[in-house]
């Protein structure tokens, strides 16, 4: 069993949580604007930090989605669904 963060741990987890959500933030921004090739990049950042946040795979899918880039975003759904062990519908209660 992994012992309790300590202070400067915790807030280094902060702080990385923090970073995540200014380059999600970015990320929307630059989608917004149509620039994908940089949204992709913060989106990145993201997962380089955080590798299982879920929101950033998402949006990358997204993204992958509005650059016509189909296979990437069929690859990540997949990806998605089965780390996860969801089934398409299930995250809705409806499976």
């Not at 990320?27 to 620039?35: I, V």
């Not at 650059?67 to 809705?92: F, R, V």
């Amino acid at each position: 069993m992994r012992p309790p963060l300590q202070a400067d741990e915790k807030r280094n987890s902060e702080e990385v949580k923090e970073l995540c959500c200014q380059w999600m933030l970015l990320s929307e921004a630059y989608r917004q604007s149509g620039n994908f090739q940089s949204a992709v990049r913060a989106v990145e950042s993201v997962l380089h930090c955080c590798p299982s946040n879920v929101s950033a795979k998402l949006q990358l899918l997204r993204l992958y989605q509005g650059m016509c880039q189909y296979k990437q975003a069929i690859e990540l759904g997949e990806a998605l669904l089965s780390s996860h062990a969801l089934t398409p519908g299930s995250a809705l209660g409806t499976s």
